[in-house]
């Protein structure tokens, strides 16, 4: 069975303290892999697509890598409006849509 | 990209009533998905349009029923619902040869 596990559940950094927020899967086939990030109330705002492993992207202080069995989001001296849910997707090959499989989601919370 | 809006925001209603979702955008993507969002699960794909035709219905009860009227709208009519329908619902579009799926805000659902 495809499957997306996304850990920490949670993760409580201060300001400035560097982390990673790890996305595993087990799938078929990986056709992609999405970062979305989600604030309170709102929905899901795309972040980055990963392809290939080896892959990486970055925007402001986060980061993206891929390998073949993970994908890490590294986020270098966060700020406390990096506070937000993180979640992963994965794409597979094979279908007629663009279906996305996604984790569960880790809720980042930076203190001041 | 923004640009994929919902209505309403929030919703609370009967279990014996009747009521609509709308998702709009404009930004000339040819596929429309619906998600359910429950605490603690991830996103539950419902359906998926492409160029108007479902071409995904992954599982969900009658008491959903979607319609595509134009490539720029999508409905989601509710009826008879559960309590356990309370989520947030999510609407997404993506753009022609693209797999990136942009989010709309959500409609949050309350079933008394």
């Known amino acids: 069975e495809d499957q997306v596990t996304q850990s920490p559940e949670a993760l409580r950094l201060q300001e400035g303290e560097s982390s990673s927020l790890n996305c595993s899967y087990t799938v078929s086939g990986l056709r992609g892999l999405f970062w979305y990030r989600q604030d309170p109330g709102k929905g899901p705002e795309f972040l980055f697509t990963l392809y290939s492993a080896g892959e990486e992207k970055e925007k402001e202080r986060l980061k993206a890598t891929l390998t073949k069995k993970e994908s890490f989001l590294h986020i270098t001296a966060p700020k406390p409006e990096d506070s937000a849910t993180y979640l992963c997707?994965?794409?597979?090959?094979?279908?007629?849509?663009?279906?996305?499989?996604f984790g569960t989601g880790t809720l980042l919370a930076v203190q001041p | 990209e923004t640009g994929v809006t919902q209505t309403p925001r929030h919703l609370v209603m009967g279990m014996t009533n009747k009521k609509s979702l709308k998702c709009e955008q404009h930004l000339g993507h040819n596929a429309m998905y619906w998600y359910k969002q429950s605490a603690k699960k991830p996103l539950e794909l419902m359906f998926v349009?492409?160029?108007?035709?479902?071409?995904e219905n992954n599982s969900v009860p009658s008491r959903f029923s979607p319609e595509c009227p134009n490539s720029s709208h999508l409905f989601l009519h509710l009826h008879t619902l559960q309590p356990e329908d309370s989520a947030l619902y999510l609407c997404?579009?993506?753009?022609?040869?693209?797999?990136?799926?942009?989010f709309g805000p959500g409609t949050r659902l309350l079933v008394l």
């Open positions: 997404a579009s993506s753009p022609p040869g693209r797999e990136t799926q942009y």
């Open positions: 997707a994965v794409q597979l090959y094979g279908g007629a849509t663009n279906k996305l499989i």
């Open positions: 349009y492409s160029l108007e035709e479902r071409v």
